[in-house]
């Protein structure tokens, strides 16, 4: 979640996710399993084609298919 508010930190629903989440940590409750839809919301490497995602990409490259945008994440996130 931290990775993704560090790429996208005004999206809400990742930010709303987030605060949940902290707070069912908080209460030592569980978090896991998810629900594939706010998975596919709040996980960046299954939203290669958002547009959000795809701007924020292009202020530092500019890369046309989703498997580069796939791979260019992959890289930030291995030096996260």
């Known amino acids: 979640m931290k990775f993704a508010l560090s790429i ?9 996710y987030y605060r949940k989440v902290n ?9 896991l399993p998810v629900i594939l839809k706010n998975e596919r919301r709040n996980n960046l ?6 547009i959000d995602l795809i701007n ?8 046309q298919q989703p498997e580069e945008r796939f791979a260019w994440l ?4 291995d030096t996260f």
């Open 45 to 50: 490497f299954l939203r290669t084609e958002d």
């Open 8 to 16: 996208l930190p005004h999206d809400s629903f990742i930010n709303e």
């Open 23 to 31: 707070e069912l940590r908080v209460k030592k409750q569980m978090t």
């Open 56 to 63: 924020e990409i292009n202020k530092e490259t500019i890369l």
């Open 74 to 77: 992959r890289s930030k996130k």
